[in-house]
């Protein structure tokens, strides 16, 4: 859960406004909330760093994992708590849910929760000043004492043009690295999966607007960018001249943009990931030598069952063509264990795909049944105990293997992009190429910046450093 607090901030015309937005879930949901940052932005809206101060609360929510909704519920039932004080006071409190659990539930929020003004969906949030209008115009009959039929405005449709179309450009480069979302939804169906459902059909971004975007954010100092998309490298946009470009063709093109040392892209599938996209991390040096490609699973007969349309052959001929071509590439990848139907077997086939591998970071999760999907009528669903330990043995193998791929780094020199200060006094923590977290002595005005960064330990989720000055650096 991430807090956005991102942009300038901006007096409005008239009364200065504020917004809280919190943030569920996955890059995109954070990139999504900096987008509605952006169309707030010239209503008046400036970013509050809490609830408590805002005149309006925007929960951009997640419905991947397990309660997800429930959580959403009981921090509406605090909100609510707040509207009633304010307006007791004469004010108010405007509550919108945005994200996948307003697609997914609709109006049944409102119905549970009278006290939400606005549901949108992620495929509506250029709406949301026309929603914010249409509440407070809701609002003002109330104040009049005046009975409309129905609470709470709601835009949850998938609309037939793009939604980035209409959004403002991004504002968002936090030291020195930028999102650009170039695709959204998914066409595959994995069975446990409620993505198709909530964000719908897979959609990519003309790569003109693309260009344009990455441009626009090297030009306000982005040196790394991180491609975004729920099926990434499904990526199909068209160009100027008809022609339609994959994500290999478009990472060659992004490469060229002057500023941009560095490139990413997340999630994928191993289904997508074709010839041109494995050469291209052998050729293009901006591309950094690491992959998240979730496998889910290492039982073909479970993959078979999550409808993932690969089998662990596949899998494994992919990482071996990918080493291939950049033997140093660090792979990280999604876990779930407990499908519906595993069995002892089937976890040990994962077991032994984690081993064959080795994997230098990963998230895994226990299978949680989603309303909705087909997963949720399989029979023999795994029992909870059976989950737990599955996940514990799973992870301490991953655990296991994320040391050792740190320990391999270290003595190595290598380059790092500082972000963010330390908690320690004088300390910065940056990324290695590999995405490995880097805590290093340094001054401050290196944050946005590469340095060249001596590994000197490696531990669970982090290495140290010393960052290597140069004779004419320590001269100046
Ligand atoms: N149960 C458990 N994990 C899930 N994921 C998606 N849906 C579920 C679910 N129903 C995990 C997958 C996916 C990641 C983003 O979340 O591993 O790759
Ligand atoms: Fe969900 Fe990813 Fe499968 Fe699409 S490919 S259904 S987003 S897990």
């Excluded at 605090?78 to 108010?92: H, M, P, V, Y």
């Excluded at 549970?112 to 003002?140: M, T, W």
């Excluded at 459902?197 to 954010?217: C, D, K, N, Q």
Aim: with cysteine.
């Amino acid at each position: 859960m991430t807090d956005v607090r991102t942009g300038e901030q901006r007096q409005g015309q008239g009364q200065r406004k504020r917004v809280f937005i919190r943030t569920y879930g996955c890059q995109m949901n954070v990139y999504d909330s900096d987008r509605m940052a952006d169309v707030l932005r010239p209503l008046g809206y400036a970013l509050a760093d809490a609830p408590e101060q805002a005149d309006l609360v925007v929960l951009n929510t997640c419905h991947i994992r397990e309660r997800a909704s429930e959580k959403v519920y009981s921090e509406l039932g605090r909100l609510r708590d707040t509207k009633f004080e304010r307006r007791a006071q004469g004010r108010d409190l405007t509550i919108a849910v945005a994200g996948c659990v307003a697609q997914a539930e609709g109006q049944e929020i409102v119905r549970r929760q009278p006290a939400v003004d606005i549901v949108v969906g992620p495929q509506a949030y250029h709406r949301l000043p026309e929603l914010l209008a249409e509440a407070e115009r809701k609002s003002a009959f109330r104040r009049a004492g005046k009975r409309l039929p129905g609470a709470g405005v709601l835009d949850t449709d998938f609309p037939a043009e793009s939604k980035f179309d209409h959004l403002p450009a991004p504002a968002g480069v936090h030291a020195g690295q930028a999102f650009l979302s170039i695709q959204e939804g998914c066409d595959k169906f994995c069975t446990f999966c409620v993505v198709p459902y909530t964000r719908g059909a897979e959609y990519s971004r003309p790569v003109a607007a693309v260009l344009a975007e990455a441009r626009h954010l090297a030009a306000a100092g982005a040196i790394e960018i991180t491609l975004l998309g729920q099926n990434v490298n499904a990526y199909h946009g068209e160009a100027a001249d008809g022609s339609t470009w994959s994500l290999a063709r478009l990472i060659r093109a992004l490469a060229e943009i002057e500023g941009v040392a560095r490139l990413r892209y997340t999630t994928s599938h191993p289904r997508d990931m074709d010839d041109a996209l494995i050469a291209v991390h052998g050729e293009v040096p901006q591309l950094m030598p690491y992959l998240h490609l979730p496998v889910q699973s290492g039982s073909d007969r479970i993959l078979e069952a999550m409808n993932r349309r690969h089998g662990r052959d596949l899998f494994l001929r992919l990482v071996d063509r990918l080493r291939a071509v950049r033997p140093d590439l660090a792979l990280s990848s999604d876990f779930i264990v407990g499908f519906p139907g595993e069995s002892d077997a089937d976890f040990d086939d994962t077991m032994r795909l984690i081993d064959e591998v080795g994997f230098a970071s990963a998230f895994s999760f226990k299978y949680s049944r989603r309303p909705g999907t087909p997963g949720w009528a399989m029979p023999d669903q795994v029992p909870e105990s059976v989950e737990a330990a599955r996940l514990a043995a799973l992870q301490a193998l991953l655990g296991r293997q994320a040391r050792d791929f740190n320990a391999s780094k270290v003595g190595a020199t290598v380059p790092v992009l500082f972000a963010e200060t330390g908690r320690k006094p004088g300390q910065i923590i940056g990324k290695t190429p590999w995405l490995q977290s880097v805590h290093a002595e340094g001054n401050a005005r290196l944050i946005g910046s590469i340095a060249a960064v001596r590994l000197t330990a490696g531990h669970a989720n982090s290495l140290a450093g010393e960052i290597v000055v140069r004779p004419w650096e320590a001269a100046a």
